[in-house]
């Protein structure tokens, strides 16, 4: 009996059971007949639909810190971070 998977949705998450791996579907050609799949790790990688219909699929929550190595988001040091005259730079009147 072979698998046969459902159509790629793009921005879903799957685990794939046989790697123990959860990827993100991040472009899918019809055209082309092609499926691009994004690892937490922002590896990337392309596979053919035909590959795809008979991976071991199941969909997954997307991770806990799902931007994984692709976004940085930088902390503000409000000590130094100011905005114009003092406004809102949350100190007490003293």
Known sequence: MSIR??????GRWYLRWD?????????????ART???RDYDG???EVSEEVWAHMS????????DWT???ERV????MEVAQPPNGVGSGHADR
């Open 68 to 70: 994984g190595p692709l």
């Open 43 to 45: 590896t990337s990688e």
């Open 19 to 31: 790697k123990n791996e959860i990827f993100e579907v991040v472009a899918h050609d019809t055209a």
């Open 57 to 64: 699929l199941g969909v997954a929550d997307p991770p806990t």
């Open 74 to 77: 930088d902390e503000i040091d």
């Open 5 to 10: 998977n459902p159509p790629p949705v793009v």
């Open 35 to 37: 499926v691009r799949l």
